[in-house]
């Protein structure tokens, strides 16, 4: 039995200063609430309800995390020689859809969605004291208030190519869904001295993932959008672009184009329980001589399975970096297929925006005007629309040389994203100059310019 050594120093405001013979550390907090910064480089938030001694503890300590397992009774092992770390998060460090009018619509109302679930969080503190009751139901109105007129509408309408690309996308997630086991990989860290690490060459650490298709409730759309429930964060894909929600953080998104989608073979060193659809390859031990066999020094030298996983990697410029394990190797062939596909429409659809919308074996062929209803007043339709879509004018044009259009036509003609787009057909036909949908066929062009119509 050892002496023990604690001395805590309030320095007001909600400041202390602990002192231990670990070391020293300090805290900040208030009542219900204490975030601690230990000794050993660690950090502990405490969750509590005052005057109840009910409270929650959460601490994550400055340790390091050997194999994927994170098995602790490697921390005591000082002859483990680790290097460089990577780390696997996503940042927004470039957004270019910052400009976007739907994104800042979604960071709109993120914000009054946030302040409604911080509402309804201290409303639960009525049994303290009566006057939490109107935080509560301040809360529940504003829930409702988002739930019915503050929607965000995502609606999307597909030509052939379009279609082809997202429904790859779509398959992609699907495929990985079939897994029983997802790990978003966070860090890796390289390690030299293998013999003290089960012959690993690197240290992860993982946490659980998981596929959803569930949007959030203030989105509604028109199409199954898949993403991927992560630590802290969830991605979506649309069919234009990647969005990131974080816990109070603004919502980022940025396009596919640079986006690089890569599926290799990885072998990891399992501590944790075999998902039933992984592959066992070998056998591995926690204390290992060079040729891989048991180290006869360590008495409680364990016998480790080596599975083979699949790992798809995501990143771009835009601060996309997410890695995901999955446990049934054999879907790789099927979902790198997908990614094949999804990559070839990807390309053949910003070739066809470069060429104008037209197949490059397809010859050119001269506008014509397709007679319509004609028109007089088409100065006062073009002040209004430009009022609504600085680029009205020139869609409107392009809409009265073809005769025909579409949110894809207009999107690949004046490279703009598919929200933007879908905008400007909605506008088109509540002003009577389209006709309605006609399933994934280009909308009719209903008038014509009044020199032009004959």
């Not at 529940?140 to 379009?162: C, G, H, P, R, V």
């Not at 199954?224 to 980022?252: A, S």
């Not at 997908?338 to 050119?364: A, M, R």
Request: proline letters at 4%; charged letters at 25%.
């Amino acid at each position: 039995m050892g002496w023990r050594l604690r001395k805590s120093i309030n320095l007001g405001l909600g400041f202390r200063i602990n002192l231990s013979k670990s070391g020293i550390g300090y805290s900040w907090g208030f009542p219900g609430y204490r975030t601690t910064k230990l000794a050993n480089g660690g950090t502990r938030q405490t969750y509590s309800i005052p005057g109840t001694g009910i409270s929650y503890v959460e601490q994550q300590g400055k340790r390091k995390n050997y194999g994927e397992g994170n098995d602790p009774q490697y921390d005591s092992q000082s002859n483990l020689i680790t290097g460089e770390t990577t780390v696997f998060e996503n940042t927004p460090i470039d957004d270019i859809t910052k400009n976007d009018p739907i994104l800042k619509e979604i960071n709109r109302v993120v914000s009054f969605n946030r302040f409604a679930n911080i509402l309804l969080v201290f409303g639960f503190l009525v049994f303290l004291h009566p006057a939490f009751v109107l935080s509560l139901f301040a809360g529940i109105i504003l829930k409702i208030i988002i739930a019915t007129s503050m929607k965000i509408k995502l609606y999307y309408e597909f030509d052939e190519e379009n279609r082809k690309m997202y429904n790859a996308l779509k398959e992609i997630w699907i495929a990985l869904s079939r897994s029983r086991k997802l790990w978003q990989v966070n860090s890796s860290v390289k390690v030299y001295n293998r013999k003290y690490n089960a012959g690993a060459g690197h240290n992860i650490t993982r946490t659980s993932a998981f596929i959803t298709n569930k949007t959030p409730n203030f989105i509604k759309t028109n199409i199954d959008i898949y993403g991927l429930n992560l630590q802290n964060q969830k991605i979506y894909f649309t069919p234009d672009r990647i969005l990131v929600f974080r816990p109070f953080r603004k919502v980022f998104g940025c396009t596919y184009r640079d986006m690089f989608l890569g599926l290799v073979s990885s072998r990891m060193i399992e501590h944790e329980r075999v998902p039933q659809d992984a592959e066992i390859v070998d056998y591995t031990w926690r204390y290992a001589n060079a040729d891989g066999s048991r180290d006869l020094r360590f008495s409680n030298n364990r016998r480790y399975p080596i599975c083979k996983y699949g790992e798809l990697t995501l990143k771009s410029p835009n601060g996309i970096y997410t890695v995901i394990d999955f446990s049934n190797h054999d879907m790789a062939e099927d979902i790198q297929s997908k990614l094949v596909l999804f990559g070839n429409q990807f390309n053949k659809i910003l070739e066809l925006s470069k060429s104008g919308g037209k197949e490059k074996d397809e010859p050119k062929k001269e506008e014509k005007v397709v007679p319509k209803k004609r028109i007089s007043n088409i100065d006062s339709i073009v002040k209004e629309g430009i009022e609504f879509e600085p680029l009205f004018e020139e869609v409107l044009d392009f809409a009265l040389q073809t005769g025909k259009i579409s949110a894809s036509l207009i999107q690949r003609r004046f490279k703009l994203g598919y929200n933007r787009a879908a905008r400007l057909i909605d506008y088109l036909e509540e002003k009577n100059i389209i006709g309605p949908s006609n399933g994934s066929s280009p909308r009719e062009v209903l008038i014509s310019n009044d020199e032009d119509g004959e």
